[in-house]
């Protein structure tokens, strides 16, 4: 690819089937010739990496959350995400700066404008091309997680906590449709996988 590379994000409550779809997106993208890097929040550096480790496991007050979240953030957009990106790749992240608003906003309480002027700090001139938000009721989602292993401190979070992060991350998808695809992760994965395509192949 020419010129800049393209950001793509993906979001969703905890449980809703993101992994798997990040995999197909990734294989289908490399199946297309795209050179593609993918990482994570939090993490994807030696720093971010040693920063979740203590997000997911250590309990702590919200706004210490928050601004972890945003360290890791600050060392993944100018050591990874930037330089990837400018050097014209795709870069696929597992989570990005709407997961603080669904999650430290939505489901933890802070004010939305505590994470705008964070959000303005690190990465004033950044926003991903496209994000895909995984959609699933959070007793469907709750279902899963009871099924695979609890490992972490949002994992255990109860179901009211969910539904809020949810409503929050729903409610950004309104307010920017051109950026947001909402993917409800409740249809056949046929289904799913084709409007994966069409959102990701019309940045291609
Ligand atoms: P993961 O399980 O999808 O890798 O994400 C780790 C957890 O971190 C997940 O429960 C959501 C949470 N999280 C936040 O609360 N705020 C954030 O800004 C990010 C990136 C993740």
């Given at each position: 690819?020419?010129?800049?590379g393209?950001?793509?994000?993906?979001?969703?409550?905890?449980?809703?089937?993101?992994?798997?779809?990040?995999?197909?997106?990734?294989?289908?993208?490399?199946?297309?010739?795209?050179d593609?890097l993918?990482?994570?929040?939090?993490?994807?550096?030696?720093?971010?990496?040693?920063?979740?480790?203590?997000?997911?496991?250590?309990?702590?007050?919200?706004?210490?959350?928050?601004?972890?979240?945003?360290?890791?953030?600050?060392?993944?957009?100018?050591?990874?995400?930037?330089?990837a990106?400018?050097a014209?790749r795709?870069?696929?992240?597992?989570?990005?700066?709407?997961?603080?608003?669904?999650?430290?906003?939505?489901?933890?309480?802070?004010?939305?404008?505590?994470?705008?002027?964070?959000?303005?700090?690190?990465?004033?001139?950044?926003?991903?091309?496209?994000?895909?938000?995984?959609?699933?009721?959070?007793?469907?989602?709750?279902?899963?997680?009871?099924?695979?292993?609890?490992?972490?401190?949002?994992?255990?979070?109860?179901?009211?906590?969910?539904?809020?992060?949810?409503?929050?991350?729903?409610?950004?998808?309104?307010?920017?449709?051109?950026?947001?695809?909402?993917?409800?992760?409740?249809?056949?994965?046929?289904?799913?996988?084709?409007?994966?395509?069409?959102?990701?192949?019309?940045?291609?």
């Open positions: 690819m020419s010129g800049r393209r950001f793509v994000t993906f979001e969703g409550i905890d449980g809703a089937g993101k992994s798997t779809q990040i995999a197909f997106v990734e294989q289908w993208l490399r199946s297309q010739g795209a593609v993918l990482t994570r929040e939090p993490g994807g550096t030696a720093i971010g990496e040693a920063l979740r480790e203590l997000i997911l496991h250590r309990s702590m007050q919200p706004r210490t959350e928050t601004l972890l979240m945003f360290a890791a953030r600050c060392e993944h957009v100018l050591a990874v995400i930037e330089p990106l400018a014209g795709w870069v696929l992240c597992d989570r990005f700066t709407d997961a603080t608003y669904a999650y430290q906003a939505g489901g933890r309480g802070l004010p939305p404008a505590d994470v705008a002027t964070l959000e303005r700090w690190v990465h004033p001139a950044l926003q991903p091309d496209l994000t895909l938000l995984f959609d699933l009721d959070p007793a469907i989602a709750a279902e899963r997680l009871a099924r695979a292993q609890r490992s972490d401190r949002f994992e255990a979070e109860q179901r009211d906590f969910f539904a809020r992060v949810r409503e929050h991350y729903l409610a950004r998808a309104r307010a920017e449709p051109q950026r947001f695809v909402v993917v409800d992760t409740s249809r056949d994965k046929p289904v799913v996988q084709v409007q994966l395509v069409e959102a990701v192949g019309r940045l291609l």
